[in-house]
């Protein structure tokens, strides 16, 4: 079995299209949508959110 290192692939290889920057015109109204979504999450789930990000931090 191969392990993972210098013989893998780059992520550029395996999906060119990673490589290159992002248009961020293609995400318009991204932004807004993830904030809307966000606001109308209950607020125990929101607490669950940060705790979850804050523990896989390291924080």
């Given at each position: 079995?191969?392990?993972?290192?210098?013989?893998?692939?780059?992520?550029?290889?395996?999906?060119?299209?990673?490589?290159?920057?992002?248009?961020?015109?293609?995400?318009?109204?991204?932004?807004?949508?993830v904030v809307?979504?966000?606001?109308?999450?209950?607020?125990?789930?929101k607490?669950?959110?940060?705790?979850?990000?804050?523990?896989?931090?390291?924080?």
């Amino acid at each position: 079995m191969q392990r993972a290192g210098r013989n893998a692939p780059d992520s550029a290889e395996l999906q060119p299209d990673l490589a290159k920057k992002p248009d961020l015109s293609e995400a318009e109204g991204g932004v807004e949508r993830v904030v809307g979504a966000w606001r109308r999450l209950p607020r125990h789930v929101k607490a669950a959110i940060v705790t979850l990000v804050n523990a896989s931090s390291g924080q």
